[in-house]
Every structure is written in C-alpha cells, then in structure tokens.
C-alpha cells in the first residue's frame, strides 16, 4: 500500500495563468481528497526551463486560494515531502537516474541533434514510427566513461524492454493497454541537467506517496511510459484516473480564440468563485442527477471519480453565467455589500457614502435582476446617483401631455406624508390617481421616470420607499424642471 490515507496532487506547470481545465484537475483532486479524509498537495511542475514565466507560481498560488481549494502540502506549506517545487529537488532526480542506470534500466545517450534528425527523417520516409533506435545502449562501459570525461553533451534515457503489453488501469476509464513496442525510449534526465516531466512527475508521484493521479485526459498516452517507470524503479503503481477534455460548443478542444480560458479573466469579469467551482464541477462530473447547483461543500460529500465521464464535456458559457446568477441570489446581504462597496470604490460613484443598510435595501430590490455585483452600479445606477438623463424610449412611450400636471399633485400628495413607508406612498399614488380621475399607470411611469431615469428596474413604490421621501421629492422636481 502507497499509503493508508488518500493522498492527491495538482501539479501544474507554472505557465502564466490558471486555465479552466487547471482549475477542474485542481478541483476534482481536492473533492477527492476532502471525500475521503485524504491528502491534497499543490506541486509545481517547472522543470521545462523554456516555459518558465516570472511570477507564474505566485500567481497561481492566489489564484487557488480565491476559489478557496485549500491545499495541506505544498511550496508555503511542508508536509514533510518537500520541496514541493520540481526545481529544488534536482539532485534528487539526478540520484534516481543514476539508481536506473546501475541497475540497466536507463542508459547515456549522446546522440547529437544531427544524428536524431537524421533518424527521425529516415524513419519518416520509410512511413516508420519515429523512435530511438537504442544507439548508444551498445556503448561499451570504457566508451561511456570516456565520453562523460570529455563532457560530452548527453541525456539519459529509459530502456524500454520490446514486446510488452503495458497495462494502465484507469477509474474513469477501465483497463487500458499499451504494445511497449510502440512506446519510445523516453529522455529522463536532459542535458541540461533537469529531469524531464515523465521522470519527475514519477519521482515525485512515488517520494510523495500520491495513491491516485487524477489529471487531463491529455496525459493518458504518458501513461505507459509512467508505468513503465515505476516497475523500472519496482515500485507501487498508484490509481489513475484520466478527466475528460472541455471541449468548446462545436465540439473542438477549448481554446482561447473561443473565449476566456484563463481563471483570472472569469475572476476579474466578477464571476463568483461559488458559481465557477459548481460550474467546473460539472464538466465530466455529476450525481446521476440533473441537479447543477451545488456549494462546496455539497460538491465535497457527492463527488466520486466512478461518476467522471469518459466523452469530452462541453465548456457552456450560459450555463455559467446562470450559476453565477443563482449563487448571487443566494448570497448573505452582508457578503454582497461588501462585494458592492469594492465596485462602488472603483466607480464614478465613489464619492458618495452609503450606510449598510440602504445597500441592502438596493440589494433586495435588484436580486431578481442581476447576476453579477457590477450590475447593480449599471442596471440601477439611480440608488447611487440622481438620473443623469432620461430614456429615450420611455420618454416617447410614456410621458404624456398631462404627466406633468399629474406628477406635480403627485408632488405635492408626497409632501404631505410624514415618515412614509413603501405602503403610504403606494396608498398617496393610488389617491392621487383617483382625485383626478385617471388610472394609477398615468401616475407610476412619469414617476419611475422621474426617480430613476428608466422605463425598468424593480417596483417603483421600492424604488421610492429606497430613496427616501426627500430624494424622491428632489428628483421629482427636478424632472418638472427639465420636462415639459
Ligand atoms: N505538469 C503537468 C501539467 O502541467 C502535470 C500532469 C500530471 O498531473 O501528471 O499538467
């Protein structure tokens, strides 16, 4: 046994940003993880020098944290496996290679980048599988020691034995086999030094003790070679499980050119982080239901790999942008004004002080209406500002010959009131309509209008009951001011 307990790994690259697809790995190991009372690890894959982007790791690092996937092991936080970060364990995988070598599992290889064209190119022409052709296994120990004397530019590489059936045992996905003929003599160890992803991530897979690698489908074809490593080394194989790809409403592979893949844009568009974890969740993922809106929590306690699909899930913005709406609707008031105060404090709006409690009110009347927190400032900017103009449209439609009349005794009714609640300007509307003998619509249009410069937004009498008799006043003046 591995180890007694789960214990699971994200293990990015640090390439710049987070992707979407990171961001499901990332999820699914740690659904797993809290599920079974297991272990989730942050490692960071950067042995790729070449790939290597300034500030990528920090980056991800944060970006974790704001979807709350709290890892127990990882670069800030030992566990007593580090150093969870590839490039610090370098002589580690450097004794490992050496450990293969003795044993004749792996061997120097100094082909030079000509001869492997050459080969390549041959290969290519006679339609052949482009594979070492185990050139340098034949070295004799003296001609090896020789060359590594004059520092001649080498690799290590894994002796792959011919006519296996490699065997890959996949939750997901069942049983699934390789011919080893067709698996290369994979590099371990470059020439540069640095390991290469196959060798580290095994490595590190086995000093870590991970019992099951849940990671992209991208990596199955790997996995031969992986399992080929580890019996190299006589070691346990953990569990695999490949995720499906997220492909792209047409069906190809997501990419960019479609839309935002990086998990900082959904973040910066102010998407919650409870709306694209319940969304991630569920691209390859359900309870054998049609339910979709999950918490985390509610994620944690139903998640199984058993449950993962094996067909490719399709990336649908609306549904997202559906859960978003969903998760904001049900989110503590006090958890939304703060989330506002942030928007307020970046907008034209900032200068003006707002009590929690008129926030909240704002918040009541437009949860219907919003599925996202920066819509509150552009769908119902009246509770922050007076109208800066007055709609068109509804200008057109419903301001009448007589609005003006009308709303002038509606003023004066409003004056009267002392204190009023949402009910007593409703009831001093519906008098007003009656004392001139029209219909109430002939009285809340102009007004709407008249407070919030628009033909929509929640119940004008909440509209109003929200702004307050003395705004509202105001604002109704200063319409019979500009209308006529
Ligand atoms: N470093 C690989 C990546 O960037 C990890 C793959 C794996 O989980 O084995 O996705």
Redesign the pocket.
């Known amino acids: 046994m591995i180890s007694d307990i789960v214990r699971v790994r994200f293990?990015?690259?640090p390439t710049g940003y987070l992707h979407v697809g990171g961001l499901r790995t990332a999820l699914y190991n740690y659904l797993f993880a809290r599920h079974t009372s297991g272990k989730f690890i942050l490692r960071i894959?950067d042995t790729d020098r070449a790939r290597f982007v300034p500030g990528a790791v920090e980056n991800l690092i944060d970006t974790l944290r704001w979807s709350g996937l709290t890892y127990d092991e990882g670069p800030d936080k030992d566990g007593g496996f580090g150093p969870y970060i590839q490039s610090e364990r370098l002589e580690i995988y450097k004794e490992y290679t050496t450990r293969l070598i003795n044993s004749g599992k792996a061997y120097y290889c100094f082909c030079t980048p000509e001869r492997l064209k050459e080969l390549r190119e041959s290969q290519t022409e006679q339609k052949l599988q482009g594979k070492y052709d185990k050139h340098c296994l034949s070295l004799s120990a003296d001609e090896i020691q020789n060359k590594l004397n004059n520092n001649i530019p080498h690799v290590v590489r894994l002796n792959v034995p011919a006519n296996e059936i490699v065997t890959v045992h996949d939750i997901i996905r069942g049983t699934v086999e390789f011919d080893s003929n067709t698996v290369d003599d994979q590099v371990l160890l470059k020439s540069d030094g640095y390991p290469t992803?196959h060798l580290a991530?095994v490595v590190d897979d086995h000093l870590m003790k991970i019992t099951h690698?849940i990671?992209?489908e991208e990596?199955l074809p790997s996995t031969p070679k992986h399992v080929l490593l580890y019996n190299a080394f006589g070691w346990e194989i953990p569990e695999f499980a490949h995720l499906p790809l997220l492909l792209n409403p047409d069906k190809s592979k997501l990419s960019k050119r479609q839309g935002d893949v990086a998990v900082e844009d959904y973040r910066s568009k102010g998407f919650l982080k409870e709306a694209l974890v319940n969304f991630v969740a569920l691209l390859g993922w359900n309870a054998g239901d049609d339910r979709e809106f999950y918490y985390l929590d509610e994620l944690i306690s139903g998640f199984s790999l058993e449950r993962v699909n094996k067909s490719g899930a399709v990336f649908n913005i609306e549904k997202l942008n559906w859960l978003n709406f969903e998760h904001l609707r049900q989110k503590p008031v006090h958890e939304v004004i703060s989330m506002l105060r942030t928007e307020l404090k970046s907008s034209d709006f900032s200068s003006y002080e707002f009590p929690d409690n008129y926030l909240a009110q704002v918040i009541e009347s437009m949860r219907e209406r919003v599925s996202f927190v920066k819509e509150l400032l552009t769908k119902s900017p009246y509770f922050f500002q007076l109208p800066a103009g007055y709609d068109e449209a509804t200008l057109k439609k419903r301001w009448k010959e007589d609005s003006h009349l009308l709303l002038s005794k509606l003023r004066d009714n409003f004056v009267r009131l002392s204190d009023p609640t949402k009910e007593d300007f409703e009831n001093s509307l519906h008098n007003t309509a009656l004392e001139n003998n029209v219909g109430n619509g002939k009285l809340i249009h102009p007004l709407r209008l008249a407070v919030s410069g628009m033909g929509e937004g929640p119940g004008v009498f909440d509209i109003v009951a929200i702004l307050g008799k003395e705004e509202t006043i105001k604002r109704i003046d200063k319409a019979l001011s500009v209308l006529t």
């Open positions: 293990a990015p690259s894959e992803y991530n690698v990671r992209g990596w």
